[in-house]
């Protein structure tokens, strides 16, 4: 009889530890079935970032397998017409998918840099940084491809040898760089006509996009008064040319969501989100065509609203966000009330940095409050004509806490159809003028910025 007991008791135990097993294990699927990026943790009902419009039913953006989608509307207010409306997509994916978890890796974006499913319904990039402390992105302003024009014309005559357009050390830079972006001034067509009456119309062959590549470009810019040059479908081969050579871009879109949409790259287990749009051309009815909820067209921002909208959508769910902005006033280094007003509105809504085009010139720098604003960088390979320009460089510093922004300005000059590397006495002379034309902030001698003591 005491035998039985004994045994009974022990059956009890051993049935008791694994009824508690079992509950633990389910209590922790309960809580690990969803991924919360922005936290960093296994959450039930968390979320992954993600962005689509419901009106593109094509498969880009489309939610992962066995995950599903909350659909947010917001308002957008375009200067140029009424009001649009985006279409916001947070796409909850089941934490199954996964092989890590935060016992295993330390990296608090694994879930997507190790998920190719996570990449391509969030459109996102995942690269490894040279440094892993510290991130560097590139911006550099216009280029241009159009063979009507000297600067592809002495490209093609070199036999497309892209050091005949930028000398081999200023390229060496740009392929150093982690993540590099350029303002891509033209659509890739070979269709379309040229807008009337407009003075200069520009269009390229769409082979030509294999020379981003060759320049170590990794995401372009379409916000621009050029990308609608040749009309809609020039607008459109240039959306499918850069996807068929899985080029992002961001500025433009078939719809307004996709217009609106940032490249989001994933560097060193930090998100960078770059938002495109353009204020020009400041015009009723502007040639570049606005897009809106049906309609093909770049991301206007004369009224920056949207565009401000999104900087704050992506702030939820990135590290940094940066906008790439096409604006001011062509050929002069004097600032409009376009420019600080809206860097004013962008610093506002939480962005990390703007960087500006389209002066064709060099124009000031500035610091509002912690962001830093480079107003224009100036041509870069885009004509024959003298001018200097810049290429910027971003560093991201990791930090235990927080993280340290650092813009530094690196003086070029676009001249014989190539852009060149300024060094000594010209890249101090190019320092010294953006010194002349900045306010309370400058350049010290390695071109970082700096406020005035």
Known sequence: MAVF????????????????????????????????????????GGTIFGYQNKYNNSDRGSTVSNGSTVSESIKQNNSLSANMQTESIVTQVNENQFLSSPAETTEKYAAIKNNPEVQKANRIVVKD?????????????????????????SL????????????????????????????????YSNRGTPIPD???????????????????????????????????????????????????????????????RAMTFLVNDRLISILCATQIERLENPDTRGATMDRAGVFRCLDATALCE?????????????????????????????????????????????????????????????????????NFAFSSKTLDGAMLEVQIIKGD????????????????????????ADKDNVINYINSISGYTALDSDGYLQRRS
Not at 313 to 340: A, M, N, P
């Open 198 to 260: 407009k003075t200069y119309t520009f269009r390229a062959d769409p082979e030509y996009v294999k020379y981003l590549g060759a320049m170590g470009v990794d995401g372009v810019s379409i916000a621009n008064n050029h990308a609608f040059d040749y009309g809609e479908q020039a607008f459109l081969d240039t959306l499918d040319t850069l996807e068929a050579a899985d080029m992002p871009y961001a500025g433009g879109g078939r719809n307004i969501g996709e217009a609106a």
């Open 310 to 378: 999104q900087v704050r959508k992506y702030k939820e769910t990135s590290d940094v966000v940066i906008v790439f902005t096409h604006w001011g006033t062509e050929s002069t280094d004097v600032l409009d009330f376009r420019q600080t007003g809206q860097a004013k509105e962008l610093m506002e809504a939480g962005a990390d940095l703007v960087v500006g085009a389209h002066p064709h010139v060099l124009q000031g720098v500035d610091y509002l409050g912690d962001m830093p604003v480079v107003y224009s960088l100036g």
């Open 401 to 424: 806490t927080k993280d340290e922004i650092k813009a530094r300005f690196i003086p070029t000059r676009q001249a014989g159809c190539q852009a060149k590397l300024l060094t000594a």
């Open 5 to 44: 007991a004994k045994t009974l008791i022990s059956m009890v135990l051993v049935g008791a530890l694994g009824f508690f097993v079992v509950l633990g294990f389910a209590h922790f699927s309960n809580n690990s079935l969803l991924f919360n990026v922005k936290n960093d943790n296994f959450l039930s």
């Open 129 to 153: 940084g040279a440094n892993p402390d510290v991130i560097t992105i590139g911006f550099a302003g216009d280029i241009l491809f159009d063979r009507q024009y000297a600067i592809m014309s």
């Open 156 to 187: 093609l005559s070199a036999g497309g040898d892209i050091t005949r357009i930028i000398e081999p050390v200023l390229l060496d830079k740009m392929k150093r760089m982690d993540v590099m972006i350029v303002n891509n001034e033209f659509p």
